[in-house]
């Protein structure tokens, strides 16, 4: 199934990521939730850890300060955070044990 959702997004439409000062390109359209699980899928050192409830905004684990078209969000629960266009992980939830490449 991950190879799977892989080839789907594979497909779609990019956009810029970035995270700590690294840029990355997601799937536009998707949840930012999915977007780390796909850079997860090609390698990136990340862990997109589940809540209970994931996905439906309730447990909060996926809690991240972005910044989009100049506007900065504090505690999006990027599971219901929709990409639209270039996006700046301003806090990124430890939940997700990112990891610098160099690290």
Same mark, same amino acid.
């Given at each position: 199934?991950? +190879?799977? @959702?892989e080839?789907? $997004?594979?497909? %779609? =439409?990019?956009?810029?990521?970035? &995270?700590?000062?690294?840029?990355?390109?997601?799937?536009?359209? +998707?949840? @930012?939730l999915r977007? $780390?699980?796909? %850079? =997860?899928?090609?390698?990136?050192? &990340?862990?997109?850890?589940?809540?209970?409830f994931?996905?439906?905004g309730?447990?909060?684990?996926?809690?991240?300060?972005? =910044?989009?078209?100049g506007?900065?969000?504090?505690?999006?629960?990027?599971?219901?955070?929709?990409?639209k266009?270039?996006?700046?992980?301003?806090?990124?939830?430890?939940?997700?044990?990112?990891k610098?490449e160099?690290?």
């Amino acid at each position: 199934m991950t +190879q799977d @959702l892989e080839k789907l $997004l594979d497909q %779609l =439409e990019k956009t810029k990521v970035d &995270i700590n000062g690294r840029n990355y390109e997601i799937p536009v359209g +998707q949840p @930012l939730l999915r977007g $780390l699980q796909y %850079l =997860e899928l090609k390698g990136t050192k &990340i862990d997109v850890t589940r809540g209970p409830f994931c996905w439906n905004g309730d447990c909060k684990s996926c809690v991240c300060d972005v =910044e989009s078209a100049g506007e900065l969000k504090t505690d999006q629960r990027i599971c219901r955070y929709r990409v639209k266009g270039p996006i700046k992980i301003h806090k990124i939830n430890p939940n997700f044990n990112f990891k610098d490449e160099d690290e």
